[in-house]
Antibody, heavy 127, light 110 residues
Framework: QLQLQESGPGLVKPSETLSLTCSVS??????????WGWIRQPPGKGLEWIGN???????NYNPSLTNLVTMSIDTSKNQFSLKVTSVTAADTAVYYC???????????????????WGQGTLVTVSS | QSALTQPRSVSGSPGQSVTISCTGT?????????VSWYQQHPAKAPKLMIY???KWPSGVPHRFSGSKSGNTASLTISGLQVEDEAVYYC??????????FGGGTKLTVL
């Protein structure tokens, strides 16, 4: 059974870099059938898509976050990662990693929905 | 890229049906048949309920159904049960390999 587990510091100081890793078990991150994504949810608020990564290293970001976030994938460790730079209190959120099945859309093949989620990890930005 | 518009809350009694709307634009909901819906209980990760507007993932009861008309997608829950009380989010493909969520709708089962 596929499992995703987020890990990283629960507290980050303002202006520093937030770094999270998603470890995948029960399935290979190198599968060409899936994309892998990050989503965040500020306390008491809605979901925000951050970006998706493919095993080949192809990455797409939310246009509103593209200058602040970096995603990567390590197929040898079956993990993918997220970095958010110059964090502020607005980056305080539960961060989720998730799997997206590769699906055809007229723009090409892509991950269009999240079928498996990690439990989420709360990251607080505070001095 | 603005969030898709959902009502903040809806309610219904056990056994009734409720419908949650998700309004976007011709660049997202109206332009692609790639709307998904997620159920989130308090302090839990979201769960996929519907994908590609109306398709069911394995294990999701068919009491949950999806549809779309123009720029608005809808999630209908029939035969409401107490355990359906949760927050529901829509999500749409928005072109250029981007995704966008709705603001979420809290369903109260009275």
């Amino acid at each position: 059974q596929l499992q995703l587990q987020e890990s990283g510091p629960g507290l980050v100081k303002p202006s520093e870099t937030l770094s999270l890793t998603c470890s995948v078990s029960g399935g290979s991150i190198s599968s060409s059938s899936y994309y892998w994504g990050w989503i965040r949810q500020p306390p008491g608020k809605g979901l925000e898509w951050i970006g998706n990564v493919y095993y080949s290293g192809n990455i797409n970001y939310n246009p509103s976050l593209t200058n602040l976030v970096t995603m990567s994938i390590d197929t040898s460790k079956n993990q993918f990662s997220l970095k958010v730079t110059s964090v502020t209190a607005a980056d305080t959120a539960v961060y989720y990693c998730a799997r997206l099945p590769e699906t055809y859309t007229r723009d090409g093949y892509y991950g269009l929905y999240f079928d498996n989620w990690g439990q989420g990890t709360l990251v607080t930005v505070s001095s | 890229q603005s969030a898709l518009t959902q009502p903040r809350s809806v309610s219904g009694s056990p056994g009734q049906s409720v419908t949650i709307s998700c309004t976007g634009t011709s660049s997202d909901v109206g332009g692609y048949d790639h709307v998904s819906w997620y159920q989130q209980h308090p302090a839990k990760a979201p769960k996929l309920m519907i994908y590609d507007v109306y398709k069911w993932p394995s294990g999701v009861p068919h009491r949950f159904s999806g549809s779309k008309s123009g720029n608005t997608a809808s999630l209908t829950i029939s035969g409401l049960q107490v355990e359906d009380e949760a927050v529901y989010y829509c999500c749409s493909y928005a072109g250029s390999f981007t995704l966008i969520f709705g603001g979420g709708t809290k369903l109260t089962v009275l």
